[in-house]
Protein backbone atom coordinates (compact mmCIF):
# COMPACT_ATOMS: atom_id res chain seq x y z
CA UNK A 1 0.00 0.00 0.00
CA UNK A 2 1.83 3.08 -1.16
CA UNK A 3 1.53 5.63 1.94
CA UNK A 4 2.86 9.52 1.70
CA UNK A 5 3.14 11.33 5.65
CA UNK A 6 3.88 14.71 5.25
CA UNK A 7 5.24 16.85 8.00
CA UNK A 8 6.91 20.43 8.85
CA UNK A 9 4.37 22.75 7.96
CA UNK A 10 3.64 25.41 10.64
CA UNK A 11 3.64 29.52 10.99
CA UNK A 12 6.35 31.54 9.96
CA UNK A 13 7.23 35.08 9.27
CA UNK A 14 7.49 36.17 5.82
CA UNK A 15 11.26 36.28 4.86
CA UNK A 16 11.59 33.10 6.97
CA UNK A 17 11.88 29.21 6.13
CA UNK A 18 10.53 25.70 6.59
CA UNK A 19 11.28 22.68 5.60
CA UNK A 20 8.78 19.92 4.94
CA UNK A 21 9.47 16.05 4.90
CA UNK A 22 7.26 13.26 2.96
CA UNK A 23 8.03 9.95 4.12
CA UNK A 24 6.74 7.56 1.68
CA UNK A 25 6.34 3.90 2.19
CA UNK A 26 5.02 0.97 -0.31
CA UNK A 27 6.75 1.55 -3.31
CA UNK A 28 9.61 1.65 -5.18
CA UNK A 29 11.47 5.35 -5.41
CA UNK A 30 12.88 4.81 -8.94
CA UNK A 31 9.84 4.14 -10.87
CA UNK A 32 8.28 7.14 -9.15
CA UNK A 33 8.08 10.32 -9.36
CA UNK A 34 7.38 12.75 -6.16
CA UNK A 35 5.92 15.69 -6.11
CA UNK A 36 4.60 18.97 -4.38
CA UNK A 37 1.45 20.35 -4.45
CA UNK A 38 -0.35 23.32 -2.69
CA UNK A 39 -3.78 24.79 -2.49
CA UNK A 40 -4.70 28.01 -0.89
CA UNK A 41 -7.90 28.71 0.42
CA UNK A 42 -9.97 29.99 -2.81
CA UNK A 43 -7.42 28.98 -5.21
CA UNK A 44 -7.12 25.80 -7.27
CA UNK A 45 -4.26 23.23 -6.31
CA UNK A 46 -0.86 24.22 -7.75
CA UNK A 47 1.87 21.91 -8.53
CA UNK A 48 5.21 23.54 -7.55
CA UNK A 49 7.89 21.04 -7.54
CA UNK A 50 8.98 17.70 -8.34
CA UNK A 51 11.72 14.99 -8.48
CA UNK A 52 12.50 11.84 -10.08
CA UNK A 53 15.40 9.18 -9.59
CA UNK A 54 15.16 7.40 -12.79
CA UNK A 55 16.04 9.45 -15.07
CA UNK A 56 17.47 12.17 -12.48
CA UNK A 57 15.21 15.16 -12.49
CA UNK A 58 13.76 18.29 -11.00
CA UNK A 59 10.88 20.52 -11.69
CA UNK A 60 10.18 23.80 -10.09
CA UNK A 61 7.15 26.03 -10.65
CA UNK A 62 8.20 30.20 -11.62
CA UNK A 63 6.12 31.13 -8.56
CA UNK A 64 8.78 29.49 -6.35
CA UNK A 65 12.08 28.59 -8.30
CA UNK A 66 15.17 29.95 -6.86
CA UNK A 67 13.64 30.11 -3.45
CA UNK A 68 12.35 26.22 -2.73
CA UNK A 69 14.75 23.17 -3.33
CA UNK A 70 12.98 19.71 -3.39
CA UNK A 71 15.45 16.63 -2.56
CA UNK A 72 15.48 13.14 -1.30
CA UNK A 73 17.27 10.86 1.21
CA UNK A 74 16.82 7.37 -0.98
CA UNK A 75 17.94 5.37 2.69
CA UNK A 76 15.15 7.15 4.65
CA UNK A 77 12.17 7.05 1.78
CA UNK A 78 11.84 10.55 2.07
CA UNK A 79 11.81 13.94 -0.35
CA UNK A 80 12.45 17.21 1.48
CA UNK A 81 11.12 20.85 0.22
CA UNK A 82 13.29 23.42 1.73
CA UNK A 83 11.31 26.63 1.64
CA UNK A 84 13.17 29.88 2.03
CA UNK A 85 12.60 33.57 1.65
CA UNK A 86 8.47 32.62 2.48
CA UNK A 87 5.92 34.73 1.25
CA UNK A 88 2.54 35.58 2.83
CA UNK A 89 1.33 34.44 -0.67
CA UNK A 90 2.93 31.01 0.16
CA UNK A 91 -0.05 30.51 2.91
CA UNK A 92 -1.58 26.71 1.84
CA UNK A 93 -1.92 23.38 2.36
CA UNK A 94 1.04 21.34 1.02
CA UNK A 95 0.36 18.38 -0.36
CA UNK A 96 2.90 15.29 -1.05
CA UNK A 97 1.76 12.74 -4.26
CA UNK A 98 3.20 10.30 -6.47
CA UNK A 99 2.63 8.73 -9.47
CA UNK A 100 4.71 6.44 -12.20
CA UNK A 101 7.33 8.81 -13.29
CA UNK A 102 6.05 7.43 -16.94
CA UNK A 103 2.26 7.90 -16.19
CA UNK A 104 2.93 11.29 -14.79
CA UNK A 105 5.82 12.70 -15.97
CA UNK A 106 7.64 15.31 -13.76
CA UNK A 107 6.15 18.71 -15.36
CA UNK A 108 3.19 17.98 -13.13
CA UNK A 109 0.21 18.91 -15.47
CA UNK A 110 -0.71 15.41 -14.92
CA UNK A 111 -2.98 14.58 -12.20
CA UNK A 112 -0.67 11.92 -9.76
CA UNK A 113 -2.44 8.85 -8.22
CA UNK A 114 -1.01 8.82 -4.14
CA UNK A 115 -1.57 11.53 -2.24
CA UNK A 116 -0.40 12.44 1.56
CA UNK A 117 -3.11 14.35 3.91
CA UNK A 118 -1.10 17.45 3.71
CA UNK A 119 0.31 19.91 5.79
CA UNK A 120 -0.34 23.32 6.53
CA UNK A 121 2.10 26.33 5.88
CA UNK A 122 1.01 29.82 7.00
CA UNK A 123 3.16 32.64 6.47
CA UNK A 124 2.41 35.85 8.31
CA UNK A 125 3.29 39.19 7.33
Known amino acids: EVQLVESGGGLVQAGGSLRLSCAAS????????IGWFRQAPGKEREGISC????????YYADSVKGRFTISSDNAKNTVYLQMNSLKPEDTAVYYC??????????????????WGQGTLVTVSE
Open 51 to 58: ISRSPPST
Open 26 to 33: GFTFDDFA
Open 97 to 114: AADFVEVAGISMVKEFEY
